[in-house]
């Protein structure tokens, strides 16, 4: 397992009331992303842990993507990763951050 830690700044607060969720499912070829309000309200740390070494470069540019399309901030978010391709990487952290936007 490779594990890494990415930091990054959103231009605002992801809205919403949760104070978690998750989604997705580890299993093969799959991932699950834990969401979690804690920290600066424009910070977005991203803890990776993975199966697939070398990739650091790759996922550095979903969590680019991701935060330019969606402005989470004040998320902690850890990805557990079992082989995933990026655009379902993509999908899941979407997926969390509408959740997290749900109102119940």
Known sequence: MEKFT???Q?????????????????????????FERKGEPLAVIVEVM?????????WEAVIKDFVAR???????????DNGARPD??????????RLMEARS
């Not at 969606?70 to 557990?80: A, E, K, N, T």
């Open 88 to 97: 379902t990487v993509l999908l899941r952290l979407m997926q969390g951050a």
């Open 10 to 34: 959103a231009k605002s607060s992801l809205g919403g009331k949760r104070s978690d969720t998750l989604t997705g499912v580890v299993a093969s070829g799959n991932l699950e992303i834990l």
């Open 50 to 58: 993975t199966a697939s070494h070398g990739y650091q470069h790759v």
């Open 6 to 8: 990415i930091y990054t």
């Open 70 to 80: 969606v402005s989470p901030g004040g998320m902690y978010i850890s990805i557990h």
